[in-house]
């Protein structure tokens, strides 16, 4: 299993990940084409595809800042979930750094939910109960609530706010001045 990173949509693989990306997740919680187009150029943000044996599986999108590599999203293609495949991605990615990794989920108020954050915690990333909104990706999209997973340990509320301070305005820059 390899991860390519993508600079430019123009990319052979940029297509079908893209069509991976809308598919799943929810338009509130995702970047709109031109967004991604300008922020795939920024060096501490990574649009990688993740093929196994020159197979397309799926997609990871990630940041990495100075105090943590933050996950934005991670899909794998529809017809190959439920085969590991998001744990060896994953598993890959965390051995790859010792530093601390954030994802966000959804709270887990249904099956679906619940199992996303089981998959996370089967992986060791612990589930964080503070107060926690994702920003509005788009300027016309809305804050969403969500929680964070942390892994190889827990944070704290502070921590949370230190994030929210010192990362979510380079993830809402919208024109991505000095990109």
């Known amino acids: 299993m390899k991860r390519i990173r993508l600079t430019d949509p123009g990319h052979p693989d940029f297509a079908r990940a893209w069509r991976l990306y809308k598919e799943s997740f929810p338009v509130d919680e995702r970047r709109r084409l031109n967004s991604h187009r300008r922020i795939m150029l920024r ?3 990574h649009f990688d595809v993740v093929m196994d044996h020159n197979v397309f599986i799926g997609i990871l999108l990630w940041w990495d800042f100075e105090s943590v590599r933050y996950i934005e999203h991670l899909a ?3 017809t190959l979930r439920g085969m590991q495949h998001g744990e060896r991605i994953l598993r890959h990615f965390l051995s790859e750094s010792d530093m601390p990794v954030w994802l966000e989920v959804e709270p887990p108020d249904n099956e679906l939910r ?3 954050v089981g998959f996370y915690r089967r992986v060791g990333f612990t589930l964080n ?3 926690y909104t994702q920003p509005a990706y788009e300027k016309s999209s809305q804050p969403v609530p969500l929680l964070v997973m942390t892994y190889p340990e827990a944070i704290t509320e502070p921590d949370i706010r230190f994030f929210c301070r010192q990362y979510h305005p380079l993830l809402t820059d919208y024109s991505l001045a000095g990109a």
């Open 43 to 45: 060096s501490i943000y």
């Open 76 to 78: 794998v293609v529809p």
């Open 114 to 116: 619940n199992r996303r």
């Open 129 to 131: 109960e503070h107060d």
